[in-house]
């Protein structure tokens, strides 16, 4: 009996003891339990206060119109598409994508598209004519192997008698002709074909003969007071700055991008005359024919006290008819009646295949924009008047940006310029028209004011917002891109 007491005993004892070591045991997770809820309930607090921390001081969304302090407080371009990964969360919210998973709401962005008028620009005083140094041409000088020859001081080509062995293409760059009038003469006498090809020259008056036929002249950014002749292409050539007709073409004449104004100059000899942008009146026994003008601009406002401003296009035959003529996808500023197509009363003159058409037309005209009689035989179509400011070439020099903006109507109008996301905000003087209103100088009217920004910039949207909606204008940018995205404020 003792020993199966004692062996009781020992398994109660074992039992007593298992037990005793359960419970410590037990013990022992219950307060490993409670030490690590309270550990992870601290850590999640910190998490929170960080939290709070880094959105404290979050800045405002970049909107479209914003300001140089925005860009400068973020440190970051809000148009850049190459964002790099950052633990910075302020950062994060204003490079979100839309579209994007984010406890933040998304960005709402506007897209600006280039249209016509960014790829075929608008011509004007900094994108047309002759720039630069230039040599200066004087009387019978010898230019680039040709001799000059001097009739009653006028510096003429002569490929007749003189320059027997010149024939195909002969250029002519970066000369200064002005100091005299400058002629094609004995033209109909030669029996070869020669182009004559000027880049970047300035003319005073450049004649040739209306029945020019074996010369071509090849104008390209060059400045002239006046050209009167045949036979000849014109880019980006500036005419006026004189008190005679800008261009007086008899046949195939070709003038694309050119810029023609400012006729107010005084008459040398105080008699008066009657000047227009363009005249087409003809030539006995030749009629005008194969003339062309496309995407030109004139700016011929009448101003008193200086020459009478006829017309910027006057389509006015006199001594032959006009067959196989076009004014297209112009820009005409100016003029009694801006535009004129009828034939003159010293005989009936016939128009063929005669069209003036998408013209657009400012207000600084005295009367209206197309003289009330049109001859038969001419097709006018969309004519209709220029309602907001336009940009025209826009640049860089030196650093800084540069836009040419004019204001073609007779109300002050607000052009507002978003640049790399800072807008900028310009008032723009109205210009003057009708009978009695008009300023004193061509130089006064609002045409190719140079607006400029302290900034190289990336890429400039411009608009006309004077209407109080945003009219888009003009859109450049400088990584060949078509297309942009700008955040903006919903």
């Not at 003057?432 to 209103?437: A, H, L, T, Y």
């Not at 045409?447 to 910039?457: G, H, T, V």
């Not at 109080?468 to 942009?484: A, L, N, Y």
Request: net charge negative; aromatic share 12%; proline share 3%.
């Amino acid at each position: 009996m003792e020993s199966k007491g004692k062996c009781v005993f020992g398994i109660r004892a074992r039992v007593a003891a298992f037990w005793g070591v359960a419970v410590i045991a037990l013990f022992v997770v219950l307060i490993c339990q409670a030490l690590h809820s309270d550990k992870t309930d601290r850590l999640s607090d910190t998490v929170i206060d960080m939290s709070v921390t880094d959105y404290e001081d979050e800045p405002e969304e970049i909107p479209i119109t914003g300001s140089t302090e925005q860009e400068e407080h973020t440190g970051k371009d809000p148009m850049s598409d190459n964002h790099e990964e950052s633990d910075d969360q302020t950062a994060n919210v204003i490079k979100e994508s839309p579209g994007e998973d984010s406890e933040n709401r998304d960005i709402p962005h506007v897209t600006f598209q280039k249209r016509d008028e960014d790829y075929e620009v608008i011509p004007d005083k900094y994108n047309c004519g002759a720039k630069g140094n230039l040599t200066k041409v004087g009387i019978s000088d010898t230019v680039n192997g040709v001799k000059l020859k001097e009739s009653g001081g006028i510096n003429s080509f002569d490929f007749c008698y003189i320059n027997k062995s010149i024939e195909g293409e002969t250029y002519f760059t970066d000369y200064d002709f002005s100091e005299h009038i400058v002629a094609v003469y004995n033209a109909d006498a030669i029996d070869r074909e020669i182009t004559l090809v000027f880049d970047n020259c300035k003319f005073s008056t450049f004649r040739s003969l209306a029945n020019l036929r074996n010369i071509r002249l090849i104008f390209r950014n060059c400045t002239f007071n006046s050209f009167f002749g045949c036979c000849a292409d014109f880019e980006h050539c500036k005419f006026g700055d004189s008190y005679t007709d800008g261009i007086v073409p008899f046949h195939d004449v070709f003038v694309k991008d050119c810029y023609i104004s400012n006729f107010s100059s005084r008459d040398e000899k105080g008699t008066g005359v009657h000047t227009d942008g363009t005249q087409l009146y003809g030539k006995e026994g030749m009629d005008v024919t194969n003339v062309r003008y496309e995407h030109c601009r004139f700016e011929v406002p009448c101003i008193p006290g200086t020459n009478e401003i006829n017309a910027c296009i006057m389509l006015q035959m006199e001594y032959s008819n006009g067959i196989d003529i076009s004014f297209d996808n112009c820009i005409c500023n100016g003029g009694g009646y801006t535009l004129y197509a009828l034939s003159k009363d010293k005989g009936f003159k016939y128009y063929e295949n005669v069209s003036i058409s998408n013209i657009a037309v400012g207000q600084s005209r005295k009367y209206g924009s197309l003289y009330p009689v049109v001859s038969e035989g001419v097709e006018i179509s969309n004519i209709y008047d220029i309602d907001s400011l336009y940009v025209a070439s826009v640049w860089k020099e030196n650093g800084k940006t540069h836009m040419s903006v004019t204001n073609d109507t007779l109300q002050l109008r607000k052009l507002v310029v978003n640049a790399d996301g800072v807008t900028y905000t310009y008032d723009i003087p109205p210009g003057k028209g009708g009978e009695k209103d008009h300023y004193d100088r061509f130089e006064d009217y609002p045409f190719d004011i140079d607006i400029c920004i302290d900034s190289d910039c990336r890429y400039i949207v411009c608009f006309d917002q004077t209407s109080g909606e945003d009219k888009q204008i003009r859109f450049v940018t400088w990584d060949g891109s078509d297309s942009i995205s700008i955040p903006c404020e919903e």
